[in-house]
Structures are given as structure tokens and as C-alpha cells.
């Protein structure tokens, strides 16, 4: 999910509307920009019982959430 230029808690709502939809063991990969991104979409993966990485991706984030 491309949430690059949104400004937070962009990312974070999008990552929650669209990890609903994961099966257990698919993965959601958000790209974003905001510096608070990893943050708050962390809190999303623990919320929804996700694992969760973060990888620094250019000028922005990978963040990798997988449905447990």
C-alpha cells in the first residue's frame, strides 16, 4: 500500500482499513513517509495480531505487517 506523502495518522488508518482483509500468513507491505509512520502502524500490527518490520526505504519507510 503506497502511503508515501501522507501525513500521519494517514497511514496508520489506511494500514488498519486494509490488514482487516488479510488471511493469517499474508503480509501488507506500506510505504510511507512520515517519520511517524513505523510508529504508529507498530501499534496497528499489535493491535490486529501482525507481526511487524520496519526497513528504511530511500527517503521513507517499508513497513511489513504479516496476519498472524
Known amino acids: 500500500m503506497d502511503a508515501r506523502g501522507l501525513a500521519c495518522p494517514l497511514p496508520a488508518i489506511k494500514a488498519r482499513l486494509a490488514?482487516?482483509?488479510?488471511?493469517?500468513?499474508?503480509a501488507l507491505v506500506v510505504l510511507a513517509t512520515d517519520p511517524e509512520a513505523p510508529i504508529d502502524v507498530?501499534?496497528?500490527a499489535a493491535d490486529a495480531d501482525c507481526t511487524f518490520d520496519v526497513a528504511r526505504d530511500g527517503?521513507?519507510?517499508?513497513?511489513?505487517?504479516?496476519?498472524?
Open 42 to 44: 507498530a501499534a496497528v
Open 19 to 26: 490488514v482487516r482483509e488479510l488471511a493469517r500468513g499474508e
Open 59 to 68: 527517503d521513507g519507510w517499508r513497513l511489513r505487517l504479516v496476519r498472524r
